[in-house]
């Protein structure tokens, strides 16, 4: 094992290994949004040769702040732990989540998905994900992968994003190549919160499809 948690960004970078081993799948761009994002990083840090290249969405870091990661632990073990199953059948619960962590409100079914989604995640992973992914260490691993990167690195952020500022996507994205002093590699959405891909899907394709048209010998 090469990482330090079970459920650390690392191990499930090592999961995505074999799935696209399994797939036979030698040649792939991976698009991260969020935590999926550091596991994206990771994924193209251990298998250089299958993966050419990773957008980010929504996911930066690489600064470990003691007292907010520790209210942000906090917080989340006990979401985790006191989450009720009957939740998405709540009135107008669908609406709450259609308005959270975004600047204007998604479609009220995306709402209603990532309360379903919330509620069902299998508890010991959520819990084992949000432990192993914000400690110290894990946290300033993140820079120094991306700085050994070969491979293009994009990122995509809200420039309203409440869980993961730009400022922080800025940061991260700095130590890779592409950024050039001015962050070359960093696409900022404006009135975009931590929902980029849903707040603004046409923004994240147009984004996506410029990257993989500079990067075609790359496909």
Same mark, same amino acid.
């Given at each position: 094992?090469?990482?330090?948690? $079970?459920?650390?960004?690392?191990?499930?970078?090592?999961?995505? #290994?074999?799935?696209?081993?399994?797939?036979?799948?030698?040649?792939?761009?991976?698009? #991260?949004?969020?935590?999926?994002?550091?596991?994206?990083?990771?994924?193209?840090?251990?298998?250089?040769?299958?993966?050419?290249?990773?957008?980010?969405?929504?996911?930066? #870091?690489?600064? $470990?702040?003691?007292?907010? *990661?520790? &209210? *942000? &632990?906090?917080?989340?073990?006990?979401?985790?732990?006191? &989450?009720?199953?009957?939740?998405? $059948?709540?009135?107008?619960?669908?609406?709450?989540?259609?308005?959270?962590?975004?600047?204007?409100?998604?479609?009220?079914?995306?709402?209603?998905?990532?309360?379903?989604? *919330?509620?069902?995640?299998?508890?010991?992973?959520?819990?084992?994900?949000?432990?192993?992914?914000?400690?110290?260490?894990?946290? %300033?691993?993140?820079?120094?992968?991306?700085?050994?990167?070969?491979?293009?690195?994009?990122?995509?952020?809200?420039?309203?994003?409440?869980?993961?500022?730009?400022?922080?996507?800025?940061?991260?994205?700095?130590f890779h190549w592409l950024f050039s002093g001015c962050g070359e590699n960093v696409m900022q959405i404006p009135d975009c919160g %931590?929902?980029?891909?849903?707040? $603004?899907?046409?923004?994240?394709?147009?984004?996506?499809?410029?990257?993989?048209?500079?990067?075609?010998?790359?496909?």
């Open positions: 094992m090469l990482t330090s948690g $079970y459920y650390s960004p690392g191990a499930y970078a090592e999961d995505l #290994g074999i799935l696209l081993e399994k797939l036979d799948i030698s040649n792939a761009w991976l698009i #991260g949004h969020s935590l999926g994002g550091a596991i994206a990083l990771w994924g193209a840090d251990m298998s250089p040769q299958n993966i050419k290249g990773v957008v980010c969405v929504n996911s930066g #870091g690489g600064i $470990y702040l003691q007292e907010e *990661f520790e &209210r *942000f &632990r906090s917080v989340g073990r006990q979401l985790v732990r006191w &989450r009720p199953l009957w939740l998405p $059948y709540l009135p107008l619960m669908d609406v709450v989540f259609a308005r959270m962590s975004v600047v204007n409100a998604i479609a009220r079914f995306w709402g209603r998905q990532r309360l379903i989604d *919330f509620a069902a995640a299998h508890p010991q992973a959520a819990l084992g994900a949000l432990l192993d992914s914000t400690t110290e260490a894990e946290v %300033h691993l993140l820079p120094q992968i991306v700085a050994r990167l070969k491979q293009p690195v994009y990122f995509i952020t809200g420039d309203r994003d409440p869980i993961m500022e730009p400022k922080y996507v800025l940061h991260l994205a700095s %931590h929902l980029a891909m849903v707040e $603004y899907p046409e923004a994240v394709a147009s984004y996506l499809q410029t990257i993989f048209t500079q990067h075609k010998s790359l496909i």
